[in-house]
């Protein structure tokens, strides 16, 4: 195995780093099994252990699935995993549905300064920008802003006609972008004209806005997501 320049780095962190790049550059799809354990061991002439390690740390990164006795897998975003993993909006009583969406605005026009920033693109960088009301229980429950690069997801103006629910299962199959894991900041805002009227609130009502950042195994950010709920008939709910 090459070693890479920082040689300090534990020997499962390399090892890690190298079985990730071969993800990453579509040798091993989503949704296949890679080579054994001991079939990866001794390609890269390490202990067995050292090789689990690196293979649970990349479970543990969301990035493989590992199956007890058939072995490993690469993630992939299926609706139901997808929407249970992401989305924490539940009922007051703890319970939780599915939400579905209807789509308000879909579009392509340039970046903002804001989104410039979050998604790391340059002045002349256009985006496609989704707002969508999700609904639970037949209620309107978020009012969501998703913004993503036009030149990670080409086309997403337009094709495909109908947009799925889940939209991380779609940049997955459709335009080759897994996303591995996001970050969220929670704010208590007051709802403004748009909030009150997609969300069938009053004007001024508490609501809930969370902004997410959707990033790739390599860290690279590919979609930003603004989203205001209401909360009289619903809370965020994390388990830690």
């Known amino acids: 195995m090459d070693q890479p320049s920082l040689s300090y780095r534990p020997l499962y962190q390399q090892i890690k780093e190298v079985l990730l790049q071969r993800i990453v550059s579509g040798e091993w799809a989503p949704g296949t099994f890679i080579p054994s354990e001991s079939a990866l061991a001794k390609e890269y002439q390490v202990s067995v252990g050292t090789l689990r390690k690196a293979l649970d740390s990349l479970a543990s990164d969301n990035v493989v699935i590992r199956y007890q006795g058939k072995g490993t897998v690469v993630a992939t975003h299926d609706q139901d995993s997808s929407l249970f993993r992401f989305f924490h909006l539940t009922r007051l009583d703890g319970t939780r549905s599915l939400p579905t969406s209807r789509i308000l605005v879909r579009e392509r026009r340039p970046a903002n300064e804001e989104e410039m920033e979050v998604l790391g693109l340059e002045d002349a ?26 030149t990670r997801f080409p086309t997403l103006e337009s094709l495909p006609e109908t947009l799925p629910n889940t939209l991380y299962q779609l940049y997955q199959q459709r335009f080759g972008c897994n996303v591995s894991h996001a970050e969220e900041r929670l704010f208590a805002v007051a709802a403004g004209k748009d909030e009150a009227h997609h969300l069938e609130i009053d004007e001024g009502s508490p609501i809930l806005e969370i902004r997410r950042v959707a990033r790739d195994i390599q860290e690279q950010a590919l979609e930003y997501r603004v989203s205001r709920c209401e909360t009289r008939h619903h809370c965020y709910f994390n388990e830690l």
Request: aromatic letters at 0%; zero cysteines; charged letters at 40%.
């Open 125 to 150: 960088d256009d985006v496609i920008h989704i707002r969508r009301v999700r609904e639970l229980d037949e209620r309107p429950a978020l009012l969501e802003d998703v913004v993503v690069a036009a």
